[in-house]
């Protein structure tokens, strides 16, 4: 083999073209320099629909707010909009995901501050860790420049998409609050938000609760209202469920 043949045999083994070279070499470079970074974390990541754990490394970036996160996973890595990052002492949402993997994959992750438990279809009490902020104000949508300015009674729910929540109607109750409050407040879902934060068959769920009345089958004691009797709740005439 002539020289020129051995060095476009050693040159093609890192890629076919320069592209592929420089993308094999820069994966290669933060594939062994990013783990011994202060910024890569040890995470424990649970998809949606999954109680099994996998074990990554993320890059985690401070943002604005410090109950977010800015993600990078680890070459060839990756996870999915919805899914929970236990690290730190907390749970993580990971409320949005870039679609390009080809480096690295970014994205997104809110600090859960709520678990939110509720019956299944078949009775059980299921937990799942959530956000709850604040909703004094709430866009209509009916009117452009139509804005509602509601009062604490009302609050949203940012949840994951998985094979229980993807069941959550309007009306559903679920009892939202300190558990060392001396009362329990109960709440309703009063909007529904399915699709801006869904990509693809994953993603997170936004809901807008209000404040409701308690009755007495529910159980404070559990965080676990009772929807036995739920009925869903009607538009008014101007349409929304306000």
Known sequence: MSNSN?????????????????KKLLLNTISKSVPS?????????????????SAQVLS????ESLNKRE???LPGETIEAGSIVDWAGSKWLA???????????????????????????????????????????Y????????TLVVGDSRITLKIAKDSDTQHFKRGLRFIVDDPDSDEALVYEIANSDRITGRYTKSGVYNFIIRETNAIPSDSPNTSV???????????SEKGGWF
């Open 139 to 146: 866009t209509l949508g009916e009117r452009a420049k139509e």
């Open 60 to 63: 985690l970036f401070t943002t």
């Open 37 to 53: 970074l202060l910024s890569a974390k040890k995470v424990d990541i649970y998809a949606p629909n999954s109680a099994v754990p």
């Open 71 to 73: 993600l990078r996973t």
């Open 6 to 22: 051995t060095y476009q045999s050693k040159l093609t083994a890192y890629g076919a073209t320069e592209r592929e070279r420089r």
């Open 225 to 235: 209202s009772d929807n036995s009797e739920y009925v869903p709740g009607a538009p």
């Open 95 to 137: 409320t949005s995901v870039d679609a390009d993997e080809e480096l690295y994959q970014r994205g997104i992750l809110e600090r859960c501050n709520y678990v939110l438990k509720f019956r299944d279809n078949s009775g059980n009490v299921i937990s799942k860790n959530c956000v709850i902020e604040d909703a004094t104000k």
